[in-house]
């Protein structure tokens, strides 16, 4: 592959993504972001300019979409409304985004036979119960229980079914929960991590006990790179590290790292709808396409990532007022 167009470049895992597939190859990169209040495009800076071009534009603009499809040999789709509060809050933003915008990009990499690859979710497959070893494979039945997760689900559907009527050549990816640098501080890891750093305390959902699986988000780039270049047309991978831990034991973990006692967090206003527990089963990419995660380690990945945040404040900082205000107006 010689150019690629990356949708949602700008956002925490777009931007690794695109670091990412420019440092192990020559692949020419073009980002269409819209710069949302979770784009940032300082997150893009150093980049080689020959090989990279930022285009600011929605994905629901099909006039723009047209036109950069027409000229590159694949699209990597991250673009989406990514947080489940804010789904609760206003939907809106994620029937446009998800399904209208998922659907502007399939009906022009049809129209010019491009490779498509659609980044999507665990969550699709709704939650899995605390006390069980079951863990979501490529099988399991779609079961989205908020509004993200809907319309992410229904994108999936979107890409599946345009592959069986148009022979769309499409692979999709539900990948678990991602942690690293240049993510937004309104995502629980980062929020917390900014809270101690400002001299707050760490506020947990519930009583904390929700399990996700957490992936470090290079893994998940290596992984999307897998895809891309020997995934079978038409097939689903899940992406996933085997990270399985609870809201409260990453809690504890941030505490000791900045070296406060292990029960300083406050218990907040639970979600409505909190799904329990993700866990991924990714047999199927590891087996066909032989990929492994570099970041098994999650305490030393939590570490990088508390140090990231420690030395990024002004990446970081412009964010945090508004986010916590938006919270705080929530209950959280
Ligand atoms: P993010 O919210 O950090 O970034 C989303 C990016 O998309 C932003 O840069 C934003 O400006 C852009 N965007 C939003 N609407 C747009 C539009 N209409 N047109 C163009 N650009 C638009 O999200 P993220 O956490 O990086 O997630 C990226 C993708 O990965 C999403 O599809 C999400 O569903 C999926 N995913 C996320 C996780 C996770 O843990 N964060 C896990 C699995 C899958
Ligand atoms: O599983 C993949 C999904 O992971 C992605 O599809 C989503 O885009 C991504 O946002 C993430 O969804 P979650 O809802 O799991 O992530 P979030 O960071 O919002 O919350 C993680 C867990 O932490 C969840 O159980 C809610 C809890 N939480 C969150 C915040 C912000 C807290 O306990 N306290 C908090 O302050």
């Given at each position: 592959?010689q ?13 690794n ?5 420019m440092?192990h ?9 819209k710069?949302?209040?979770a ?6 800076v150093g980049?080689?300019?020959e090989r990279f071009e ?6 629901c603009?099909?006039?723009l979409v ?10 990597v ?9 804010n ?15 998922t ?10 036979g ?21 863990r979501f494979?490529?099988d399991s ?21 345009w ?5 769309l ?7 678990s ?12 890891i ?13 506020r947990?959902?519930?009583?904390g ?13 290596s992984?999307?790179?897998?895809i891309l ?15 399985e831990q609870?809201?409260r ?20 206003t639970?979600?409505?709808?909190h799904?329990?527990?993700?866990a991924?089963d990714?047999?199927?990419l590891?087996?066909?396409?032989g990929?492994r ?7 030393a990945?939590?570490?990088?990532t508390?140090?990231?945040y420690?030395e990024n404040?002004d ?11 938006k ?6």
């Amino acid at each position: 592959m010689q150019r690629i167009l990356v949708t949602g470049g700008a956002g925490f895992i777009g931007c690794n993504f695109v670091h990412y597939i420019m440092e192990h190859g020559s692949v020419h990169v073009t980002v269409l972001d819209k710069l949302t209040y979770a784009g940032n495009e300082s997150s893009l800076v150093g980049l080689p300019p020959e090989r990279f071009e930022f285009i600011k534009g929605d994905i629901c603009d099909s006039v723009l979409v047209d036109r950069l499809t027409a000229s590159v040999d694949a699209v990597v789709h991250f673009a989406a409304e990514s947080h489940n509060d804010n789904s609760l809050q206003d939907p809106r933003p994620f029937m446009d985004t998800n399904l209208l915008g998922t659907y502007t990009l399939i009906e022009a990499a049809r129209k010019h036979g491009t490779r498509f690859h659609h980044i999507s979710t665990d969550e699709v497959y709704g939650d899995l119960a605390l006390d069980e070893p079951t863990r979501f494979t490529e099988d399991s039945v779609y079961r989205p229980t908020s509004p993200y997760s809907a319309t992410k689900a229904g994108s999936d559907l979107l890409v599946r079914a345009w592959v069986r009527s148009f022979g769309l050549r499409a692979t999709i990816s539900n990948c678990s929960n991602n942690y690293g640098p240049y993510q937004h501080v309104e995502k629980f890891i980062p929020r917390q991590i900014t809270n101690l750093l400002d001299g707050h305390r760490p506020r947990l959902y519930g009583k904390g006990l929700n399990v996700r699986d957490w992936i470090h988000v290079e893994d998940h780039s290596s992984a999307v790179a897998a895809i891309l270049e020997r995934g079978r047309i038409g097939e689903t991978y899940l992406i996933g590290a085997d990270g399985e831990q609870s809201n409260r034991t990453v809690v504890e973990k941030l505490l000791h790292l900045v070296g406060q006692p292990s029960d300083a967090y406050d218990l907040v206003t639970d979600r409505p709808g909190h799904d329990l527990r993700y866990a991924i089963d990714s047999t199927k990419l590891r087996r066909e396409l032989g990929w492994r995660p570099l970041f098994e380690d999650f305490d030393a990945g939590l570490a990088a990532t508390v140090q990231w945040y420690q030395e990024n404040e002004d990446w970081w900082r412009p964010q945090k007022a508004e986010t916590e205000v938006k919270y705080a107006g929530q209950g959280h």
